[in-house]
């Protein structure tokens, strides 16, 4: 069965801190997403990679960074957390998108800024 | 701008009828649509897949129709249990690999 596992479900940062969130999949799939989830807003795209080392913005890339060493662990940095970042991550992987794969999503990490 | 919209208010159904959660979409040509559940404090499930070419899709209890012409997309739940009790989300690809989320439709079968 494919996995995606999200190192933390539950953190909690202060204000102006660096913080990590990270992503392993084991299905050896090229693409792999970040997303932030908020009550009436629903799925939004922050980064999408889709090979190692490679990175593309999302909708909304503003306060985030990516890194992408090795194909199955996809990061997510929040340089300088603040509180507007509070929210739900979610972190998928997919095959090559010209097969109309679907994502296969973390469990999510549940993310307070304080 | 591209917007998809689902029933934006919960859908309350008895055991055993048919729940139809709606997936509407405007300014978007998307070569294919997916259909996700997700359970409170879980990531989402992929359920289904439907191409622009195809008009319906079936799995089991579930049904999905895709209408390009009126840029939409029912999903069907028939003879529903309380285990069906989730969160429905639509997704469109936005080309390039990316796929553009509904807001999601939160489902309750009660018995």
């Known amino acids: 069965d494919v996995k995606v596992t999200q190192s933390s479900r539950y953190l909690v940062k202060r204000t102006g801190e660096k913080v990590f969130l990270e992503c392993v999949q084991d299905m050896d799939h090229e693409n792999m997403f970040w997303y932030r989830q908020d009550p009436g807003l629903g799925l939004r795209l922050i980064y999408f990679s889709y090979d190692v080392k490679m990175k593309e913005k999302g909708d909304i890339p503003e306060g985030y960074s990516v890194s992408r060493e090795k194909k199955e662990r996809f990061s997510l940095i929040l340089e300088s957390a603040s509180t507007n970042q509070t929210s739900m991550y979610l972190c998928a992987s997919s095959r090559p998108t010209g097969l109309a794969q679907p994502q296969h999503f973390g469990d999510g990490t549940r993310l307070s800024i304080l | 701008s591209q917007k998809i919209e689902q029933n934006s208010e919960a859908l309350n159904i008895q055991e055993g009828k048919t729940a139809t959660l709606t997936c509407n979409y405007t300014n978007y040509s998307p070569a294919y649509l997916q259909w996700y559940r997700q359970d409170p404090g879980r990531g989402p499930v992929f359920l289904l897949l439907?191409?622009?070419?195809?008009k319906e899709k079936r799995k089991e209890r579930l049904k999905v129709t895709f209408d390009t012409t009126l840029k939409q997309s029912l999903f069907h739940i028939t003879a529903s249990q309380p285990a069906d009790s989730a969160t429905y989300l639509c997704?469109?690809?936005?080309?390039?690999?990316?796929?553009?989320f509904g807001q999601g439709t939160e489902l309750s079968v009660k018995p």
């Open positions: 997704a469109l690809d936005n080309q390039g690999g990316k796929l553009i």
């Open positions: 439907i191409r622009e070419n195809e």
